[in-house]
């Protein structure tokens, strides 16, 4: 009877030790590939920045702030993919392995908004950290500047300098290629809207940079989404690499109802 019962203690003492083992491991993992993936291995800061709709015509004040609806929500999606485990566990166990997750690496996470027209972007704190630009070129000066710096592969139509948002149809844009040899390629889709996301290396200021970024204000909501949903998907694609994917999404009307868009490049 007692050899039974040490059988069975040493037994469940073993099988504990063993899970614990087996948790840890998987947490370990799941830390890299997140870290890796949003740049927080070398550098511990991320900022989500939105874009700024203020503009001197609407104010006599020489810089503000206003931030959409849609991009408020895009934020959400990030911020939840931040607040919760890089990797999939019971609902149960979720709090004690993010206390572990957030225990053993620091990093700096905040939200913030692009600069106003006014000022130079190039001053803009944030740029030493890493980044994940929500938004167009035409309303976030962050995204503006990468594409000027000649850092990014693709750009929506309503981000060409000559276009005119009175003139081109949200619904009837296309994303261009801007590097690579298929320079100067359009990607389009009728009866869908169109979203990117991005990642690209910034080798000068040392950071990691992701766009989310529609022709529409619910489309950037749906791409963030859509990073937030799918990143490890992403990681197992792409590795560690930079990587550009245009997506087509339903119309959504503004509803925010996530559907799973079609990859269209």
Known sequence: MLL??????????????????????MVRIGQHRFRT????????????CLSNLWNTTTST?????????????????ITRLFGSASFRLPDLVRGLVDAIYLGGHKYDFQTTVSPAVT?????????GGNLIVVGAATRNRIRK???DENLVTLRLSNERPDADPHQLQPEAGYAEVLNGPDL?????????????????RDAVRGTTVIFCLGC??????????YLARNWRL????????????????????????????RRLR
Not at 238 to 248: M, N, S, T
């Open 4 to 25: 039974d019962i040490a059988t069975n203690v040493i037994a469940n003492i073993v099988f504990w030790i063993g899970l614990g083992l087996a948790a840890a491991g």
């Open 37 to 48: 993936f949003f740049g927080l291995r070398a550098n511990p800061h991320l900022i989500v």
């Open 61 to 77: 004040r020489p810089r503000g702030y206003s931030v959409s609806l849609h991009e408020l929500r895009a934020s959400e999606a």
């Open 119 to 127: 000022d130079d972007p190039q001053h803009f704190t944030g740029l």
């Open 145 to 147: 500047l990468y594409l």
């Open 184 to 200: 100067g390629e359009r990607v389009a889709s009728d009866a869908t809207t169109l979203a990117v996301v991005e990642k690209v």
């Open 216 to 225: 529409r204000g619910d489309t950037t909501w749906a791409a963030a989404e």
């Open 234 to 261: 992403l990681r197992r694609e792409f590795g560690d690499e930079p990587f550009a994917v245009c997506l087509a999404f339903r119309k959504l009307d503004y509803s925010y109802r996530y559907h799973p868009p």
